[in-house]
């Protein structure tokens, strides 16, 4: 089957399905309402769900070349105990920068004919998959994709919105230059009272940190980077915190979105439009790229659009949800677990990393693996 779609939203969730599309011979316009496309952010993980589908793109190889491959991946307490040290050599689960993603899959997408329309807002979508620009523009497709993340139009107009917002909690991310100290083979998290830092490398020359806190932490979500406040809390972080200059970073409140279904007539949702969640494990743009994937491949074996929209949701929303809900999870255990008892906490995922049944789930949802044992974009 193959028709004409309009994708709504222009960042990595609307570029992977645009190029999806389109390798499968649909016609695309993607709609973005800023004047570029552009991606803003640092690092980001790819795990074994979204690189499937950027090999299948031809993208894989040469943006991996300028990225990292992790072999080890580490949480480390209060205390400095290491509580979680896994072996991820036998996986495939690189960083690269964000910005190299979005520009390696719009090129993809534009090689494939996909078209640009920049710098308009969409005013009105509708099921029978009719589009109304804000400038009076007026589109009709056999399939309309909301990819125009946490505040999606396309989600609220498709009725399909349960909730949507910020949660209390939140994460600045910078890049800072490589320094001999920094972790080069895989990623270490450091855990200390309603804190976290993530550290991990990014090529041969960047190291990549996420520092998590309270949205009411005044110093800990401060920009310009508080790296006084910061290095009080983590000291042995402190020559990583040294390097970050006034001009770096970026913050952002964690978000989380409900929804009720996926898809309503020929409207479908992709993306942070669908599962916004916290970045705990690293699957939000994973999650994105292969079920835009998946989308497209449901579409090709498909009769019609509804049809194929109906198979989509019911094969992919379950483990979707699943990340998702650990995330949300994994949040209340960072910031809003009681500090006196931050030596149960520890205990708590120490367990989760050492009980067989949960150490499984844990490792299925970070590389975003369906009960099958294969990949979501297999």
């Not at 004409?4 to 645009?18: N, Q, R, S, T, W």
């Not at 910020?166 to 230059?177: A, D, E, F």
Request: with cysteine; aromatic share 8%.
């Amino acid at each position: 089957m193959h028709g004409k779609a309009h994708i709504v939203g222009g960042g990595i969730a609307g570029m992977a399905v645009a190029a999806c599309l389109a390798d499968r011979g649909w016609k695309v316009v993607v709609h973005e309402r800023a004047s570029e496309l552009r991606e803003v952010g640092a690092g980001i993980y790819l795990k074994e769900n979204s690189v499937r589908v950027l090999d299948s793109l031809g993208c894989i190889e040469s943006l991996v070349k300028r990225g990292s491959r992790l072999k080890r991946s580490e949480i480390r307490d209060g205390a400095g105990r290491i509580l979680l040290s896994r072996d991820i050599s036998s996986e495939r689960v690189y960083t690269v920068l964000r910005e190299e993603l979005h520009r390696w899959l719009a090129d993809a997408a534009s090689r494939r004919g996909v078209q640009f329309e920049l710098g308009v807002a969409i005013h009105h979508v509708s099921p029978d998959g009719v589009l109304v620009t804000e400038t009076g523009n007026r589109y009709r497709a056999d399939l309309v994709v909301g990819a125009d993340g946490l505040g999606s139009v396309v989600r609220k107009q498709a009725g399909l919105e349960v909730s949507a917002g910020s949660l209390p909690n939140g994460s600045t991310r910078i890049l800072v230059p490589r320094s001999n100290g920094d972790p080069a083979e895989g990623s270490i998290e450091y855990w200390r009272g309603h804190k976290r830092v993530m550290v991990v490398p990014v090529g041969r020359n960047i190291t990549y940190f996420c520092a998590s806190s309270r949205e009411d932490d005044t110093r800990g979500v401060r920009l310009p980077f508080d790296a006084d406040y910061w290095t009080a809390c983590f000291p042995e972080l402190a020559d990583l915190f040294s390097r970050v200059t006034p001009d770096l970073g970026v913050h952002h409140a964690h978000g989380l979105v409900r929804v009720s279904g996926w898809y309503r007539g020929r409207l479908a949702i992709v993306g942070d439009s669908v599962h916004g969640q916290p970045p705990n494990l690293g699957q939000g743009a994973g999650m994105a790229i292969s079920n835009g994937y998946a989308l497209a491949e449901t579409l090709e074996q498909a009769g019609d659009v509804e049809s194929a929209l109906s198979a989509w949701q019911k094969n992919y929303r379950t483990i979707t949800e699943q990340i998702q809900s650990w995330s949300k999870n994994w949040d209340y255990f960072v910031h809003r677990w009681p500090g006196r008892l931050e030596f149960l906490r520890s205990k708590v995922i120490l367990g989760l990393a050492t009980v067989p049944v949960t150490r499984r789930h844990w490792g299925r949802l970070y590389r975003g693996i369906d009960d099958r044992g294969t990949s979501i974009a297999a």
